[in-house]
């Protein structure tokens, strides 16, 4: 299976504390993208770092690539109750149709 | 002024049946998705279309048609439903022909199940 692996599997902190979340995949890749998901929701969009990217910020959220390794995490710094959602990695393949496949997904539980 | 639209957001049917999910986009993308989200979360493409093409089809049964009228619709009809097909269904839309390349923009899904 070409599915990402993601670890977690499940993280539960406390208000003010930062998340990490790694991923892990086994293909070449153009680019990796983050998505989170709330419960009962759709997925929404966080970052993409593009495979000749290392390291990438947005806000709160701070994306890393290596790509010897096949893999990435994701820091999500000063947590908030608001940030409990599943997280998803997805990456972008260099074959094919260059679909998107995703990860396995972490479920991030912040409590107030 | 929602992005990507699916309808119906809850469908409760029998085996054997025959449904359709409906997924609008007013984002101006020109390709467009289907995803299976099963009870484990997991996350997994079904098809693909780019301006009213289909590119992508994941080994999914023939019991799932894909239809695209125009870039901004995408429905899914599903004939002679079973137990296994109770999942959450996504629709998604990005802009550009590789869809991988860009991010995707997400419905709110569709929840089938199938009794």
């Known amino acids: 299976s070409q599915q990402g692996e993601e670890d977690p599997q499940a993280l539960s902190i406390q208000e003010g504390e930062n998340a990490t979340m790694n991923c892990s995949y086994k293909?070449?890749?153009?680019?990796l993208q983050w998505y989170r998901q709330n419960s009962g929701r759709g997925l929404v969009h966080l970052i993409l770092?593009?495979?000749?990217?290392r390291e990438k910020h947005s806000g709160r959220l701070r994306v890393t690539l290596d790509t010897s390794k096949k893999s990435s995490s994701l820091l999500i710094t000063a947590s908030r109750a608001a940030d409990t959602a599943s997280y998803f990695c997805?990456?972008?393949?260099?074959?094919?149709?260059?679909?998107?496949?995703f990860g396995t997904g972490t479920r991030l539980l912040v409590s107030p | 002024d929602t992005a990507v639209s699916q309808t119906p957001k809850y469908l409760v049917t029998q085996m054997g049946n025959d449904k359709s999910i409906k997924c609008e986009q007013n984002?101006?993308?020109?390709?467009m998705y289907w995803y299976k989200q099963d009870s484990k979360k997991f996350l997994k493409i079904m098809f693909s279309?780019?301006?009213?093409?289909?590119?992508i089809n994941e080994t999914v049964p023939n019991r799932f048609s894909p239809k695209s009228p125009d870039k901004a619709h995408l429905n899914l009809h599903i004939n002679s439903l079973e137990l296994g097909d109770s999942a959450v269904y996504f629709c998604?839309?990005?802009?550009?022909?590789?869809?991988?390349?860009?991010?995707?923009?997400f419905g709110p899904g569709t929840r089938l199940t199938v009794l």
């Open positions: 998604a839309s990005s802009q550009g022909g590789a869809g991988g390349r860009n991010e995707q923009f």
């Open positions: 293909t070449s890749i153009n680019n």
């Open positions: 770092i593009r495979s000749n990217e």
């Open positions: 997805a990456t972008g393949q260099n074959t094919g149709f260059q679909k998107l496949v």
């Open positions: 984002l101006g993308h020109d390709t």
């Open positions: 279309y780019n301006n009213k093409e289909l590119i």
